[in-house]
């Protein structure tokens, strides 16, 4: 990633996945041909989530495709919450319809530390609403 998009974005990488060990299970890494990736899950009485996926060419993919058959992201109301969350980071832009697909965030949004702060707080209210559960 350093060699394609910079130290800065690469660094946003590093801090994610650093936050990933700390704070769920579970890493899996993508086997892919041209672009690797990584997704911090948790594993949490019996149910898989996919938090997030990082990729090598820079971007963040929110999985809400697979977290809307998850409790309690299966109301449409903790998706938007999230969504929300999400959109108060200066230049992320999630639709409300895409609270079904797998939108993306580009990495360079996070370079700033207090986004990339926002969007760690993001995730760990991501896991406290699953564990509350």
Known sequence: M???????EAEVARTILAWAKKNVPRIWWGKGNKDGSF???LDYRGTNHFILSVWTYARIEIPFQWVRS?????DEAKRLELRE???RIPGVHIP???ISR?????LAVLTNNAS???????????I??????
Do not use: I, Q, T
């Open 2 to 8: 350093r060699s394609r998009r910079g130290e800065r």
């Open 39 to 41: 997704y911090p899950m």
């Open 70 to 74: 998850r409790k309690p992201f299966e």
């Open 85 to 87: 969350r999400l959109n």
């Open 96 to 98: 409300a319809d895409a």
């Open 102 to 106: 797998r939108p993306s965030v580009p």
């Open 116 to 126: 990339l702060n926002e969007f760690l707080a993001a995730l760990d209210w991501y």
């Open 128 to 133: 406290a609403e699953v564990k509350a559960v």
